[in-house]
């Protein structure tokens, strides 16, 4: 059974609040796929930063990629939510594979789907969707981070039927085994950040190559890499919507980023619960579990409440980003609730991680432990699709606005 078969398949297990039985399959199916076929490959992506090539053909085999994405282009014709929990079902059980999920299918197929011509969905969407070819992002630049229109130095001038690229980007995911990247570069310099135009770059074009990869400290399983386009010739007819409009995509993209970044704190943080529960039955100290002692119950009892307040928040963002219109985003309350859902998942799961850490004492602070590698996979969602900073001016300058309307 794969994703799309899986709606309408239902389930006799409790439903949890926010979803029906429909996206409890979902799911369920995400969960079980990710600890037969994925957890297994954890271990080794983390230890050696290692790609296993054959897990995106899988993944598509199985029906996992372009839960957004019609049938027609090879999608499952779903919404975001469900992108949603097959992110969440991954990432209990292999949160770098789940984010090399993210970036292939939220921020480089559904972004071609949404904003792409009928042209460019028929020529990638397909491949995409069936993990024949690998999709990443590029935006951020070596000085230009939480300014990465601003600050975009990468530019693309107009040559014939091609553009030219010359630039790079860095700490791109899935950088180095892309074969399909949706890149931003400026067109008109003059105008600044409403200069910038969005192309459709294949790994195989003159000019284009992987400068380094690069060596992290949590998700090291997902690839991440510095990108260089040396006078990269790029067809004028892989231009993604019109020339200098690339700032509306850039925009409605970070939104959806940020919601589907959610569900994979959310799973990480589920997992080390799980973790701790056990940890804290098993482990004995002085003649006891250590789960019978109050101060490891209140850590538990912390643990939980941050877990399902995640939840609630995470499934509610995703349910009202799904219909976020195409060029829509970067205003108004949907850019706000998706910076606060984001904000609020991410130093969650740093909180139940800490914890989590706490409750396994010295066999959480061993680098090879399952518990270590999560904790370490708290910090890069803090950082990516906008600091917790950036995500403060955002729901603040919402608000203030609103106040202005309103006085």
């Given at each position: 059974?794969?994703?799309?078969?899986a709606?309408?398949?239902?389930?006799n297990?409790?439903?949890?609040?926010?979803l029906?039985?429909?996206?409890r399959?979902?799911?369920?199916?995400?969960?079980?796929?990710?600890?037969?076929?994925?957890?297994?490959?954890?271990?080794?992506?983390?230890?050696?930063?290692?790609?296993?090539?054959?897990?995106?053909?899988k993944?598509?085999?199985a029906?996992?990629?372009?839960?957004?994405?019609?049938?027609?282009?090879?999608?499952?014709?779903?919404?975001l939510?469900a992108a949603?929990?097959?992110?969440?079902?991954?990432?209990?059980?292999?949160?770098?594979m789940a984010?090399?999920?993210?970036?292939?299918?939220?921020?480089?197929?559904?972004n071609i789907?949404?904003?792409?011509?009928?042209?460019?969905?028929?020529?990638y969407?397909?491949?995409?969707?069936?993990?024949?070819?690998?999709?990443?992002?590029?935006?951020?630049?070596?000085?230009?981070g939480?300014?990465?229109?601003?600050?975009m130095?990468?530019?693309?001038?107009?040559?014939?039927?091609?553009?030219?690229?010359?630039?790079?980007?860095?700490?791109?995911t899935?950088g180095?085994v892309?074969?399909?990247?949706?890149v931003?570069?400026?067109t008109?310099?003059?105008?600044?950040a409403?200069?910038?135009?969005?192309?459709i770059?294949?790994?195989?074009?003159?000019g284009?190559?992987?400068?380094q990869?690069?060596?992290?400290?949590g998700?090291?399983?997902?690839?991440?890499?510095?990108?260089?386009f040396?006078?990269?010739?790029?067809?004028?007819a892989?231009?993604v919507?019109?020339?200098?409009q690339?700032?509306?995509?850039?925009m409605?993209?970070?939104?959806?980023?940020r919601a589907m970044?959610?569900?994979?704190?959310?799973?990480?943080?589920?997992?080390?619960?799980?973790?701790?529960?056990?940890?804290?039955k098993?482990?004995?100290?002085?003649?006891k579990p250590?789960?019978?002692?109050?101060?490891?119950q209140?850590?538990l009892?912390?643990?939980?409440?941050l877990?399902?307040?995640?939840?609630?928040?995470?499934?509610?963002?995703?349910?009202?980003?799904a219909?976020?219109?195409i060029g829509?985003?970067g205003?108004?309350d949907?850019?706000m609730?998706?910076?606060?859902?984001?904000m609020?998942?991410?130093?969650?799961?740093h909180?139940?991680l800490?914890?989590?850490?706490?409750?396994?004492?010295?066999?959480?602070?061993?680098?090879?432990?399952?518990?270590?590698?999560?904790?370490?996979?708290t910090?890069?969602l803090?950082?990516?699709?906008?600091?917790?900073?950036?995500?403060k001016m955002i729901?603040?300058?919402?608000?203030?606005?609103?106040m202005?309307?309103?006085?």
């Amino acid at each position: 059974m794969n994703a799309a078969s899986a709606v309408g398949a239902g389930t006799n297990q409790a439903m949890p609040f926010g979803l029906d039985e429909d996206q409890r399959a979902i799911l369920d199916q995400a969960d079980r796929y990710g600890r037969n076929e994925l957890y297994p490959l954890c271990r080794r992506m983390d230890d050696e930063e290692w790609w296993p090539e054959e897990a995106f053909p899988k993944l598509g085999e199985a029906g996992f990629f372009g839960a957004t994405i019609p049938e027609q282009y090879g999608g499952a014709g779903l919404d975001l939510l469900a992108a949603g929990l097959v992110l969440q079902g991954f990432s209990r059980w292999n949160h770098a594979m789940a984010l090399s999920v993210a970036a292939h299918d939220n921020l480089c197929a559904n972004n071609i789907y949404r904003n792409g011509n009928e042209d460019q969905r028929r020529r990638y969407l397909p491949d995409l969707c069936a993990g024949r070819t690998i999709g990443a992002l590029g935006l951020t630049e070596p000085g230009a981070g939480s300014d990465a229109l601003g600050s975009m130095r990468t530019t693309a001038r107009l040559d014939g039927d091609h553009y030219v690229l010359n630039g790079s980007k860095i700490y791109i995911t899935n950088g180095p085994v892309a074969d399909v990247l949706l890149v931003y570069a400026k067109t008109d310099k003059e105008r600044g950040a409403k200069g910038i135009s969005a192309f459709i770059v294949e790994k195989d074009f003159p000019g284009f190559r992987v400068a380094q990869k690069l060596v992290k400290m949590g998700y090291r399983g997902s690839q991440t890499a510095e990108l260089v386009f040396e006078d990269c010739r790029v067809p004028v007819a892989n231009r993604v919507g019109e020339e200098n409009q690339g700032v509306a995509i850039v925009m409605s993209g970070l939104d959806l980023e940020r919601a589907m970044i959610s569900p994979i704190c959310l799973g990480v943080a589920e997992r080390a619960l799980e973790l701790s529960i056990d940890y804290a039955k098993t482990r004995q100290q002085f003649g006891k579990p250590i789960g019978s002692f109050q101060m490891v119950q209140s850590m538990l009892a912390d643990m939980y409440v941050l877990v399902e307040t995640m939840r609630s928040f995470t499934y509610r963002v995703l349910a009202e980003a799904a219909p976020l219109e195409i060029g829509g985003g970067g205003r108004g309350d949907i850019h706000m609730l998706t910076a606060a859902s984001v904000m609020y998942a991410a130093e969650a799961c740093h909180q139940v991680l800490d914890k989590a850490v706490q409750v396994h004492g010295g066999s959480g602070y061993i680098w090879e432990s399952e518990i270590n590698r999560l904790f370490r996979s708290t910090k890069l969602l803090e950082i990516g699709a906008g600091t917790t900073e950036v995500r403060k001016m955002i729901i603040a300058g919402e608000l203030l606005k609103g106040m202005s309307r309103n006085g």
